[in-house]
C-alpha cells in the first residue's frame, strides 16, 4: 500500500509539475531571435494590410485615401444597418481561416497584423464602437496562426492623433500623437490592455508600438525628439503585466531614421525599419547595421513593399544575406500584381469610384452625386465578397520573387 501511495503521489507531483511549466515565447539573444524551443527565427511574413486598418489605395480608390474618408463614403452610400453589415462582412472577408492557411503554405513563419487603435475604443469604427471588437478578430486570427504555427506581430497603424500625419495613420494631416497628452495617454492605456490580455499568449511574437512615426513633411528636429520617450513611456506600461514578448521599435521618417534612438532601454527590443521603392543596395543598411553591432540587438524589416518583383527578390536576398528578418506588404489588393492575392473588381464598382471623385462638400452636392442606395448596397457587398478567399488570383510571380515559398502553395479549402 505504501508503494502505492508513494506512486500515487509521485504521479500527481509530475502532473502538476508538467502543469505548471511555463509557457515559451519567441526572444532574443544579442542580434538573434529565437523561437519557443529555442532555435533561431528568420521572419520570413507578410502584412495582413488593408484589413483592421483599410487603405484606399488597395480598392482603386484615390481622393478616398485613409480609414476615415473610407468610412465617410460608406456611410454616405448606405444607412446605419447596411452599414454594419457591410463592414461585417468586409472584416470576416477580406481575412479568414483559408487565409491563413494559404499564407502558411505559401511559407510564411508570421504575420503582422495592422490595426486602428479605435478597435479598442468607443469610438465609432468600421460599423461599430465596441472596445472590445479589437480583441475579438485578433483572438480569432490568433486562434487559426496558433493552429497553422504563424506567429502573430501586432502593429498599431493608426495611433491615436494619427502618429505619421498622413492618410496610414488615419489623421487629420499632422502627428498629433506627439502634441496631444490626451493622445498620448490613450495610447498607453491601449498598448497596457493589449499586453495584458495576450501576455500569456506564446502565438503572438511582439507588439510594433507605432507604425512609421512622423513623417518628413513637419518639423523633425522637434518631433523626432518626441519619440523615443513615448516608446519607452509604452514599453513601461506594457511591463507592467507582460514581461513575456517582445518590443518592436521603427525609426522615424517611414521607418527609416535610427538617429532617433538612443541606448536600447529594454531586453526584449527589436528595431525596424521599413523599406519601399528602392533597390537592393547594401548602403541602405549601413545605419541600421551600425546600429545593431553598436547595442548588439536585432533588426527586422517590418515592410517591404510596392516594387518591381525583381527588386523584391533582391531585396530579400539582401536581407538574407545580412540575417535580417523581414515582412512583405500586403497580402491582398484589388488589380494588383504586387501582392500574394489580388481580388477582382466588382461588376459596377466604377460607379462607386466615380462617387468617391465628385465633390461632396455640401448637401446639394451630396444628394446630386448620391447613389441609388439599393445598388450602393449592392456594390458594397460586391466588394465585401470579392475579397473573400478562394476568391481572386494568386500572384505566382510574385510569391516566387520574395523567395518564402518556393512555389510550394496549393489552393486551402475548409476542413
Known amino acids: 500500500m505504501r508503494k502505492l501511495a508513494a506512486l500515487a503521489i509521485g504521479f500527481t507531483l509530475a502532473a502538476l509539475f508538467a502543469t505548471a511549466q511555463p509557457k515559451k515565447f519567441v526572444t532574443v539573444k544579442g542580434k538573434q531571435l529565437y523561437t519557443t524551443d529555442n532555435r533561431p ?7 495582413l494590410g488593408g484589413w483592421l486598418a483599410p487603405e484606399g489605395y488597395m480598392l482603386k480608390m484615390k481622393e478616398v485615401s485613409s480609414a476615415r474618408q473610407i468610412e465617410e463614403l460608406v456611410n454616405e452610400l448606405a444607412g446605419p444597418d447596411d452599414v454594419r453589415t457591410f463592414w461585417n462582412s468586409y472584416l470576416n472577408n477580406f481575412v479568414s481561416q483559408l487565409d491563413i492557411r494559404f499564407i502558411k503554405m505559401a511559407g510564411c513563419n508570421v504575420v503582422r497584423v495592422p490595426f486602428n487603435y479605435r478597435l479598442f475604443t468607443s469610438e465609432t469604427y468600421l460599423g461599430a464602437n465596441d472596445p472590445n471588437r479589437g480583441f475579438a478578430l485578433l483572438d480569432r486570427l490568433i486562434g487559426w496562426c496558433r493552429e497553422e504555427k504563424l506567429l502573430v506581430i501586432l502593429d498599431m497603424h493608426a495611433a491615436p492623433g494619427g502618429q505619421t500625419g498622413d492618410d496610414i495613420d488615419d489623421s487629420y494631416g499632422y502627428p498629433d500623437l506627439f502634441t496631444s497628452v490626451a493622445a498620448r495617454q490613450k495610447a498607453v492605456e491601449i498598448w497596457a490592455r493589449i499586453a495584458a490580455h495576450y501576455r500569456n499568449e506564446p502565438a503572438v511574437l511582439g507588439y510594433d508600438l507605432l507604425n512609421e512615426p512622423v513623417a518628413h513633411y513637419f518639423d523633425i528636429a522637434s518631433l523626432n525628439t518626441r519619440i523615443e520617450p513615448l ?21 522615424a521618417q517611414w521607418g527609416s531614421n535610427f538617429r532617433i534612438f538612443g541606448k536600447p532601454f529594454d531586453a526584449k527590443s527589436v528595431y525596424s525599419f521599413h523599406k519601399s521603392w528602392t533597390e537592393a543596395d547594401q548602403s541602405v543598411l549601413k545605419d541600421y547595421l551600425d546600429f545593431s553591432n553598436r547595442y548588439n540587438v536585432p533588426l527586422i524589416c517590418g515592410e517591404i513593399s510596392e516594387g518591381r518583383n525583381e527588386m523584391l527578390q533582391a531585396s ?11 515582412l512583405f506588404w500586403p497580402y491582398k489588393k484589388m488589380e494588383s500584381e504586387s501582392c500574394m492575392i489580388s481580388f477582382a473588381r466588382p461588376a459596377g464598382y466604377d460607379e462607386l469610384l466615380a462617387y468617391a471623385s465628385k465633390k461632396r462638400e455640401t448637401m446639394e452636392q451630396l444628394r446630386k452625386a448620391a447613389l441609388n442606395r439599393n445598388e450602393a448596397k449592392s456594390l458594397l457587398m460586391a466588394l465585401a465578397e470579392s475579397c473573400r478567399y478562394p476568391n481572386g488570383k494568386v500572384n505566382k510571380d510574385y510569391i516566387s520573387a520574395t523567395g518564402i515559398g518556393n512555389n510550394r502553395y496549393k489552393a486551402v479549402t475548409a476542413r
Do not use: C, F, P, S
Not at 527565427?41 to 502584412?47: E, M, S, Y
Not at 513601461?236 to 518590443?247: F, G, L, Q, S
Not at 530579400?316 to 523581414?326: H, Q, R, S, V
Open 41 to 47: 527565427l528568420q521572419i520570413r511574413g507578410v502584412n
Open 231 to 251: 516608446y519607452r513611456e509604452i514599453v513601461a506600461a506594457i511591463r507592467k503585466t507582460d514581461k513575456n514578448h517582445i518590443v518592436i521599435m521603427q525609426g
Open 316 to 326: 530579400a536576398k539582401m536581407l538574407d544575406k545580412n540575417e535580417i528578418g523581414y
